[in-house]
């Protein structure tokens, strides 16, 4: 929501990839990092890139794990271990595997990925908190959103999917 306290996530498009009774975790799709793209990753990982993938952006995931890279994918691609279900049709893998594969662009590769360092993380509750104060707005998956591109109009697309243009979101909460 536009009155979110933490600018960390002002304005984020959060995937959830997994909520408990003990934890929810989830990736930032709309917030490339400028000074990392995956040609870098890769090349850090011993690993040529394609020429076609060399300047993709780098998402930032969120302030936890920076160091460690999480790729939201199309369930056209499992890795052996390591691989989640989030949603119909979109999958988790945070193994090499995953970025080997991408880098090949061989046919075990996922045919839309997103990248990020990072991830968001809440504790028991915390994020059932948060939506209690109307902190953030649930939208159902959309590969469009997800995977495409601009990042920059991610955040008005996924508002707009629920029937509603962003200018008329408050940044302010209350109750009736």
């Keep these: 929501m536009p009155g979110m306290g933490d600018p ?3 304005p984020s498009v959060i995937v959830m990839c997994s909520h408990d ?17 995956l040609k870098e ?11 076609d993938l060399g300047a993709r952006p780098v998402m930032d995931g969120g302030p936890v794990r920076q160091e ?16 989640q279900t989030v949603a119909p049709g979109i999958s988790l893998t945070a193994t090499r595997e995953v970025l080997e594969a991408v880098a090949r662009v061989n046919a075990n590769a996922p045919k839309q990925f997103v990248l990020a360092l990072g991830c ?4 028991a509750g915390q994020l ?9 707005l ?3 998956t ?13 955040w008005a697309r996924a508002i707009r999917s629920l029937g509603f243009d962003p200018a008329q979101l408050s940044d302010t909460a209350g109750r009736a």
Aim: aromatic residues 8%; charged residues 30%; without cysteine.
């Design 41 to 51: 990753v890769l090349s850090h990982l011993g690993l040529d890139a394609q020429p």
């Design 142 to 154: 959309d590969d469009a959103i997800i995977f495409g591109a601009p990042h920059e109009d991610k």
């Design 120 to 123: 968001s993380g809440w504790g």
């Design 68 to 83: 460690r890279g999480y790729v939201l994918h199309t369930d056209d691609y499992a890795a052996k271990e390591g691989t």
């Design 21 to 37: 009774a003990e934890h929810a975790m989830g990736i930032v799709i709309n917030k490339p990092k400028d000074e990392v793209t």
């Design 8 to 10: 960390r996530f002002a």
């Design 128 to 136: 059932e908190d948060e939506l209690k104060e109307n902190a953030w």
């Design 138 to 140: 649930v939208v159902d």
